[in-house]
C-alpha cells in the first residue's frame, strides 16, 4: 500500500525566515513519483515539483529547494526567505504503478502561515 | 490557453437531489482526473480518465456516483441521490501523461443540506 504522511499539521514563521515542510512516503514500487503541490486561499492546486524514484538529485527554483532521499524515504521541501505570499497548504503527492494502473495518494498537507 | 474549467463554482442542493458537476480540461490533455476534497479525509482521488476511457475508478465511493468523459473536451461527474456526506469541494485536473504535473481547476464547492 501506498502511503504519504506530512506530520507538520501547521507551521507559522515570521517573513524572510527559512522553513523545511517535510514529506515521508512509502510504497513498493520501485518505480514511482513524487509531486508537491501548493493550494494558497484562493483554493486552486498548484503544481511545484515532480521527481520520479530514479532521480535523486536535489533541485532549486528561485526559492524553493527540495531534497530527495531514497534512504529515508522523504522528499522534503524548503523555502528560503519566506514571504507573505507563501502562505498556503503544500500537499506531498506519490503516484505508483499498482496492479496495471497508476495509484495517486496525497498526504494531508501542511499549512504554512508566514507572518509578515 | 484557459485552464482546466469547472461548472458550477458553487452548488447547493437538498438531500436525495441529483448533482452533476462539468469539466472542461485543458485541450491537448489526454488524461482527467477527479478528486474530492474534505477536512475529514483530505485530497481523495475518484476516477481518471485516459483519451475519455475510465482507468480506475477504485476511489468512486459508492454506487451513487458516475463519471464520464464523452469527449476529449468534457467530463461529468454525477451524484444521485445526494446525501449530506457528499458535501465537499471536488477538482478536476487534466495532465499530458499519467505521471505528468496536473493541472487544477478552480472546484466545485457542493453543499448537501
Known amino acids: 500500500a501506498q502511503k504519504v504522511t506530512q506530520a507538520q499539521t501547521e507551521i507559522s514563521v515570521v517573513e524572510k525566515e527559512d522553513v523545511t515542510l517535510d514529506c515521508v512516503y512509502e510504497?513498493?514500487?520501485?518505480?514511482?513519483?513524487l509531486f508537491w503541490y501548493k493550494q494558497p486561499p484562493s483554493g486552486e492546486l498548484v503544481f511545484l515539483i515532480r521527481?520520479?524514484?530514479?532521480?535523486?538529485q536535489n533541485e532549486i527554483s528561485g526559492r524553493y529547494s527540495w531534497n530527495f532521499q531514497k534512504s529515508t524515504s522523504s522528499f522534503n521541501f524548503t523555502i528560503t526567505a519566506s514571504q507573505v505570499v507563501d502562505s498556503a497548504v503544500y500537499f506531498c503527492?506519490?503516484?505508483?504503478?499498482?496492479?496495471?494502473?497508476?495509484?495517486?495518494?496525497f498526504g494531508t498537507g501542511t499549512r504554512l502561515k508566514v507572518l509578515a | 490557453d484557459a485552464g482546466v474549467i469547472q461548472s458550477p463554482r458553487h452548488e447547493v442542493t437538498e438531500m436525495g437531489q441529483e448533482v452533476t458537476l462539468r469539466c472542461k480540461p485543458i485541450?491537448?490533455?489526454?488524461?482527467l482526473f477527479w478528486y474530492r476534497q474534505t477536512m475529514m479525509r483530505g485530497l481523495e482521488l475518484l476516477i481518471y480518465?485516459?483519451?475519455?476511457?475510465?482507468?480506475?475508478d477504485s476511489g468512486m465511493p459508492e454506487d451513487r456516483f458516475s463519471a464520464k468523459m464523452p469527449n476529449a473536451s468534457f467530463s461529468t461527474l454525477k451524484i444521485q441521490p445526494s446525501e449530506p456526506r457528499d458535501s465537499a469541494v471536488y477538482f478536476c485536473?487534466?495532465?499530458?501523461?499519467?505521471?505528468?504535473?496536473?493541472?487544477f481547476g478552480p472546484g466545485t464547492r457542493l453543499t448537501v443540506t
Open positions: 485536473a487534466s495532465s499530458r501523461t499519467d505521471v505528468g504535473e496536473q493541472y
Open positions: 510504497t513498493r514500487d520501485t518505480t514511482y513519483y
Open positions: 521527481r520520479n524514484s530514479f532521480d535523486e
Open positions: 503527492a506519490l503516484s505508483g504503478f499498482t496492479s496495471g494502473t497508476y495509484k495517486y495518494i
Open positions: 485541450s491537448g490533455h489526454d488524461y
Open positions: 480518465f485516459n483519451n475519455n476511457v475510465p482507468i480506475d
